[in-house]
């Protein structure tokens, strides 16, 4: 990671600047390095010279190349986070709508979903959590008992009905999720809208 990687440059200068070798010999070093560093750019796509800072050829002495690495290795993290972020951004899009549209579906898991999107389960859990807030299974319960929430108050739907629509086992089941979620049953839910005005429609996640 960034921290790391500035550590072990850190350590490297240190090593060559407390050795015996040439300056030449140094300087050989840390333009090795700073290809190393050019490598892992192009195979992450990040052209370092499109972000205005390109890799140096020559320098006063070890301790100026060291600053200058030191920019291009922000510049190149910098530009890999925000590539990455767009890119979790569009897959955890891409399962939302995966699990839109198989909600019913009472096999639907996470590694199904990681499956449809093409990465690994641990990879997706971890990036679902920190682009979401929640993990993969309260994201579920949560967009199901919104979903039913919506056609407890805007559709005359049956319980057994809603069940199968959003892929639960049983009725009983989903009351219990329901309530121990909105403290009472769907039933007593749409009672209450539909007679007391006392519950808001609310819009269901996305």
Known sequence: DHSRALTCLDSLVSA???SDCSLEHAMWVLRMTASMI???ADAAGVQLDETGIGIPELAEDVFKYK????EILNTYFKSFDERHSERNR???NE???YIQQNINNTQLSLN???DFIGISASHFSRIFKRETGM???DYITDYKLDCCRQLLITT???IEQITGMLGYSTPQYLANRFKIKYGCSPKEYRFRFRHSKQVSPVKIKT
Do not use: P
């Open 135 to 137: 993990s993969f299974l």
């Open 156 to 158: 005359d739907t049956k």
């Open 112 to 114: 199904g979903v990681a």
């Open 90 to 92: 569009i897959l955890i």
């Open 67 to 70: 600053k200058m690495l030191i």
């Open 95 to 97: 399962a939302k709508e």
């Open 38 to 40: 050019e490598d892992a």
């Open 16 to 18: 060559l600047r407390d």
